[in-house]
């Protein structure tokens, strides 16, 4: 877990130092692709919580999920449907959940550490 959160902090800081620009039209694809891996990152911190961490699962899922939110985002942009709010329900549905149970886990740990146990 340690790991994640510290590769998260590192993607954070140097993407807000790195100057890189896209085009406006590319922002609805970038911003589901970035739903899309934020929610893989808080599924692998999730899943090491409970110690069930596979890290072929988290990189596939990481760029599957980044890459199939593209193509529907792209499908929808081509035939005029906003099909990228199937990406955002679902990923973002799974974010507030994971993010919640990591809380959870989070507070047991705390709460445990408190009494002794």
């Not at 039209?25 to 596979?54: C, H, P, Q, W």
């Not at 193509?71 to 081509?78: E, K, N, P, V």
């Not at 959940?97 to 990591?102: E, G, P, R, S, T």
């Amino acid at each position: 877990m340690i790991l994640s959160l510290i590769g998260l902090a590192l993607g954070i800081i140097i993407g807000y130092y790195i100057p890189v620009t896209y085009p406006d039209s590319y922002s609805l694809y970038i911003s589901v692709g970035l739903l899309a891996a934020m929610d893989s990152v808080f599924g692998a911190i999730r899943a090491t919580l409970e110690g069930k961490y596979n890290g072929i699962i988290f990189v596939t899922g990481f760029f599957g999920n980044a890459i199939l939110a593209g193509i529907l985002a792209y499908i929808g942009d081509r035939l005029g449907f906003p099909l990228y709010y199937a990406s955002i329900f679902v990923f973002g549905g799974r974010l507030f959940q994971n993010f919640a149970i990591i809380r959870r886990h989070a507070f047991d740990k705390l709460i445990n550490k408190k009494r002794g146990n």
